[in-house]
């Protein structure tokens, strides 16, 4: 059974920072690229930034140079810090493999920028 527990997620002002993370169990995460997603208020889930399981990072082109991805294989935790957060970043944030697994999907948790 692999379970994904998103957390850290709240209400912030524009310009603010917040840390997400995510905790993995079963056996795939320290052989999984992982990677953070989010969706919008009405719109599809969208690709955030992914990490290899060395630690090598990609982003998209919205959040790159604000937000950064990290793992702790040992802890088999993957974080989001986010900073310089703008009210377009406002979503529920998931994490799951990259490619994502649909069965993975877990509850997300909610990020709020406000003006």
């Known amino acids: 059974q692999v379970e994904l527990v998103e957390s850290g997620g709240g209400l912030v002002q524009a310009g603010g920072s917040l840390r997400l993370s995510c905790a993995a169990s079963?056996?795939?995460?320290?052989?999984?690229?992982m990677g953070w997603y989010r969706q919008p208020p009405g719109k599809q889930r969208e690709w955030v930034a992914f990490?290899?399981?060395?630690?090598?990072?990609t982003y998209a082109d919205s959040v790159k140079g604000r937000f950064t991805i990290s793992r702790d294989n040992a802890k088999n935790t993957v974080y989001l810090q986010m900073n310089s957060l703008k009210l377009e970043d406002t979503a529920v944030y998931y994490c799951?493999?990259?490619?994502?697994?649909?069965?993975?999907w877990g509850q997300g948790t909610q990020v709020t920028v406000s003006s």
């Open positions: 799951n493999t990259n490619p994502y697994t649909v069965r993975y």
């Open positions: 990490i290899t399981s060395s630690g090598s990072a």
């Open positions: 079963g056996s795939i995460f320290s052989i999984k690229t």
